[in-house]
């Protein structure tokens, strides 16, 4: 596996060529003209909707048209590599989630190495994931859960958006450290996957709480806990999987990245923005929405959560051994 590089946490080594006064000149003159944001997966999901989001917070504080451009393939691969292979100069930019740090373990072979490659800019938003099953299903706390598979080991069906996906690393995860034995069955996509949860083909999933949080509401998934450390906002009356769960932890994030070399100053200057943009009222009312909390930080506090994760589910798909499609 690929382990996190401090180089991934320090933005300033592409800027050091430019001098000084050029560089501050750049960044109160940006942008300048449209500015493109790369989605690697397709309309609908959330990274789309993370990446419109981060457009419309751009564009309402800095005067410009952040176009949302959506590349989707190869587990957002192809839109990565968009953007490692673009001029360093701020005007085209990525929108990533979790793939991004278990595609560095899952993919053997890739043209770029996302933690060297890509400069971290800001984080956006963070969102549990959810532990649920579909209405017919016996158990209803964890603890009910853990005690039917172990009772009947290899007959639950656990599903996912796909080989690789984090809703499989979530599944892998929760049966490494409690030990019961389930079957995954991964989907072209986590809508699909929820289609069928919800109709009793598969029996669980661990899913993003943006994904599935209107089907908890409407009662169409029956939603046993949530996978962050603490209770989410969003369903507060469920308890957390780490609570019969030592440690279990599985939270979705997504934020924005920059080819490498970009200014220090350019991407200092988007992570004021939308820090800035995450404070308003209306903001964290779509986020809350989504069943997300905005995830304020640095540039550097951004990488380290990337950095962090793609070390710890690294570990996961080596374990389970977990293959790309």
Same mark, same amino acid.
């Given at each position: 596996?690929?382990?996190?590089?401090?180089?991934?946490? %320090?933005?300033? #080594? +592409?800027?050091?060529?430019?001098?000084?006064?050029?560089?501050? /000149?750049? =960044?109160?003159? @940006?942008?300048?003209?449209?500015?493109?944001?790369?989605?690697?997966?397709?309309?609908?999901?959330?990274?789309?909707?993370?990446?419109?989001?981060?457009?419309?917070?751009?564009?309402?504080?800095?005067?410009?048209?952040?176009?949302?451009?959506? %590349?989707?393939? #190869? +587990?957002?691969?192809?839109?990565?590599?968009?953007?490692?292979? /673009?001029? =360093?100069?701020? @005007?085209?930019?990525?929108?990533?989630?979790?793939?991004?740090?278990?595609?560095?373990?899952?993919?053997?072979?890739?043209?770029?190495?996302?933690?060297?490659?890509?400069?971290?800019?800001?984080?956006?938003m963070s969102v549990p994931y959810v532990m649920e099953v579909t209405p017919s299903f016996p158990a209803k706390t964890v603890p009910e859960f853990i005690a039917y598979a172990k009772a009947n080991p290899g007959k639950i069906n656990f599903a996912s958006g796909g080989n690789g996906a984090g809703q499989q690393i979530a599944g892998e995860m929760f049966k490494m450290m409690t030990g019961v034995n389930m079957v995954h069955v991964p989907y072209r996509g986590g809508a699909l996957a929820l289609v069928d949860l919800m109709a009793g083909e598969v029996q669980m999933m661990i899913d993003p709480m943006s994904s599935s949080i209107e089907y908890i509401r409407a009662g169409k998934l029956r939603a046993l806990a949530v996978a962050s450390a603490t209770r989410s906002d969003a369903l507060p009356d469920l308890p957390t999987v780490a609570d019969f769960v030592p440690n279990y932890e599985m939270s979705a994030w997504y934020g924005l990245c920059a080819p490498k070399k970009t200014p220090a100053e350019l991407i200092d200057k988007l992570n004021k923005e939308i820090n800035a943009g995450l404070a308003d009222s209306r903001m964290k009312a779509r986020i809350a929405d989504l069943g997300g909390t905005p995830l304020l930080g640095s540039p550097g506090d951004f990488g380290k959560r990337i950095a962090e994760d793609t070390e710890k589910w690294g570990k996961v798909i080596q374990t389970a051994n977990i293959k790309a499609e």
């Open positions: 596996m690929k382990l996190p590089r401090r180089q991934f946490l %320090h933005l300033a #080594a +592409g800027a050091a060529a430019v001098p000084v006064a050029s560089r501050i /000149a750049l =960044a109160q003159n @940006y942008p300048a003209r449209q500015v493109r944001v790369i989605a690697g997966f397709p309309a609908g999901g959330p990274v789309d909707i993370v990446a419109r989001l981060v457009g419309q917070t751009l564009s309402e504080r800095l005067g410009q048209t952040f176009f949302i451009d959506t %590349h989707p393939g #190869a +587990g957002g691969n192809v839109a990565t590599e968009l953007v490692v292979r /673009a001029p =360093a100069d701020g @005007y085209t930019l990525l929108v990533v989630g979790p793939p991004a740090a278990i595609n560095t373990t899952l993919y053997v072979k890739l043209s770029f190495d996302f933690l060297d490659d890509i400069a971290p800019v800001a984080g956006f």
